[in-house]
Each structure stands twice: as C-alpha cells, then as structure tokens.
C-alpha cells in the first residue's frame, strides 16, 4: 500500500506569495492533519479534516487555510507569505478506527520564505 | 489546554546503553498516547502507543507504560544501538469531535559506538 505523499518536496517562495501545498493519504484514509514543523517552535498543529470538513484547527492565523476533496486528498494554502513561514509541513493520514488516532506521515514539504 | 513536556535533549549515550526519554502530559479526559521517531532525513513514523492507563506500548526493544497517577508515559529501551540515533517525539490525541493531536518538544538521541 502507498504512504502519504506530498508535493511539492521542496519549495521556493518569496514574502507576499502565497503557496498551495498538496497531500495525499494512503488508501482508505479518511482523516488528513497538517502540521508545521521548525527549530523553534517544533510539531505544531495546523488543522484536521475528515470527510472534506475542517475538524479541528491550530492556533494559526487565517492566512493559512486548507480543504479536503472527496477522495480525502487535502491541500493547504498559506497566503502573503512571511520570513517566519519557513518550515517542514508535514501532512499525516489517518484511519480513525478504535477512538484512537494512529497517524502515516508523509516525507514533508520544505517551504523556504526568501 | 492539553500540552505534552518531555526532557530537552540532546541525551547522549554509548551502544548498549540503557535509555529512558521522559514524558509527561495535561489532557482532560482520557487521551491515547504515542511515542513517534524520526530518523535523520525522514518523515515521523510512530513507534509504539497506549490507548488506556496502565497500557503499555512496545515495539523494537522500546518499551512505555500509560501511568494516569503520574500523567506520564516515559519511553525505555535496555540496550540501545547507533541505529537508534533520532529524534523522539510524545504526542497525545483526543477525540473532540475529530481528533488533535499535540507533540512534546522532541528529544535528540545521539547513540555513540
């Protein structure tokens, strides 16, 4: 069975762009959460969807946002980019079976903010 | 809120060493607990998990018990090899109507022949 994929791997932005990154679970995943990892800050949560609605959500402004299609492939979207963008975003599926939340993460998406 | 602390790294030790990663937790309720690593140039991968207090968790010679008393769910291996070397991270989850999941800090773990 194929893990999480994301893409782009690596991406190149400057401030004030804005980006789409794109996620796609393994089969039969339902539930895709982004994260934004980086040195300082570490693993922080972005938002979960689950059946193409935003569950849950971080403490993140609104320039990021996300969405989730009907075959559970999710991409988020962070708009006006800043310095302090730059980061590791991670994108992890899940079954949500048996009330908890074992996650697949995938490789990651390294944004750099020039 | 909820939020998961675990010791600052980076923790240092010989092959065959003895390792203990601690990790303690705040959550209302009752949440499932994980630890996941992630090795040099790769994504997370989880490692092992407990569901319910007094679970314990296993998987490659890594060993960590869900102690409600102690909100902790520290993370031990008797004997660790270089292929070990990583960083270690503890999360929790909770079903709030969809699930959040909250991850400690990470530990680096360097394992020196």
């Known amino acids: 069975k194929a893990g999480v994929t994301q893409t782009p791997r690596y991406l190149i932005k400057t401030r004030g762009q804005q980006v789409t990154l794109s996620c796609s679970p393994i089969s039969g995943h339902r539930s895709v959460s982004w994260y934004q990892q980086t040195p300082g800050q570490g693993l922080q949560f972005l938002f979960e969807y689950f059946s193409e609605t935003q569950r849950n959500k971080g403490n993140f402004p609104g320039r990021f946002s996300g969405r989730q299609f009907s075959n559970s492939r999710s991409e988020m979207n962070v708009s006006t980019l800043e310095l302090g963008d730059s980061a590791l975003y991670l994108c992890?599926?899940?079954?949500?079976?048996?009330?908890?939340?074992?996650?697949?993460f995938g490789p990651g998406t390294r944004l750099t903010v020039l | 809120g909820d939020s998961v602390t675990q010791m600052e790294g980076p923790v240092t030790l010989s092959e065959e060493a003895f390792l203990t990663i601690n990790c303690t937790y705040t959550?209302?309720?009752?949440?499932?607990l994980f630890w996941y690593v992630q090795y040099p140039g790769e994504g997370l991968q989880l490692l092992l998990k407990a569901t319910k207090a007094d679970d314990k968790g296993s998987n490659k010679g890594f060993e960590a018990t869900y102690r409600k008393e102690t909100t902790s769910f520290h993370l031990e291996k008797g004997s660790v090899q270089v292929s070990d070397s990583a960083v270690y991270f503890c999360?929790?989850?909770?079903?709030?109507?969809?699930?959040?999941?909250?991850f400690g800090a990470g530990t680096r773990l360097f394992v020196k022949a």
């Open positions: 999360a929790l989850s909770r079903n709030t109507g969809g699930f959040k999941t909250i």
């Open positions: 992890a599926s899940s079954l949500v079976q048996g009330g908890d939340n074992e996650q697949f």
């Open positions: 959550a209302t309720g009752y949440p499932s």
